[in-house]
């Protein structure tokens, strides 16, 4: 199995209509490095029409390249401007999400470090289950589930137990650096978030990305 790219874009894009505007050029660079398979928009916008922008921008030059192309958070402007679905940074809301979207479209959920919220949401449909050491358990009442967490894995092994356990794709969402893309992928991740590594490249984006498809391999 190899890993596929989940494109993330630049944490501050979002801040200024004119940052997207500038920024189109060193995006179509990425998509064009080839194999990346889903595009997020990372981060929320200042403003809605900074997002209606930025989603104007970017997602038509996604699509047509056959690249998912998805939203944080906000269903609602995720089908209502055409995208391909909602990257969820909450399990609890992923049955609102999906009965709100349908089935054709992408619903994903950042679970952290918790196998709990990924069996939950894996077995409710998820489209996917993205896990990443940055964000700690949630706060759990129930012993028995605070107790199967807590003896759980972390890193590497978390990707590699889901692996051996359920079904719908995981994500590594850890934004890692190139040098480290080979062990995400050989634990099992189906897809790798890549972010700081493609938008601080000290060549440019199409080279950073050829880099990430040649570490995969």
Request: some cysteine; charged content about 25%.
């Amino acid at each position: 199995m190899n890993s596929e790219i989940y494109l993330l874009t630049p944490t501050d894009l979002l801040s200024d209509e004119k940052d997207v505007e500038r920024f189109k050029s060193s995006y179509i660079q990425a998509l064009d490095g080839g194999g990346i398979s889903c595009v997020l928009l990372s981060g929320t916008a200042n403003t809605p029409a900074t997002l209606e922008k930025a989603i104007e921008i970017l997602r038509p030059v996604t699509q047509e390249r056959d690249i998912a192309f998805l939203i944080e958070d906000d269903f609602q402007n995720a089908k209502a401007l055409g995208c391909d679905g909602v990257h969820l940074n909450n399990a609890d809301r992923y049955k609102e999400a999906r009965e709100f979207l349908g089935a054709d479209y992408i619903v994903g959920v950042d679970c952290g470090i918790s196998r709990h919220d990924a069996i939950l949401v894996g077995e409710a449909g998820a489209d996917y289950v993205a896990f990443n050491n940055r964000r700690p358990l949630p706060e759990i009442e129930d012993p028995d589930v605070r107790e199967f967490e807590e003896g759980g894995p972390k890193g590497l092994e978390l990707l590699t137990w889901w692996q051996t356990m359920m079904t719908p794709p995981c994500v590594s969402m850890d934004d890692i650096p190139i040098e480290a893309i080979k062990s995400h992928a050989a634990a099992g991740a189906d897809f790798i978030a890549i972010q700081t590594a493609i938008w601080n490249h000290t060549d440019n984006p199409t080279t950073a990305v050829t880099e990430v498809n040649e570490a995969i391999a």
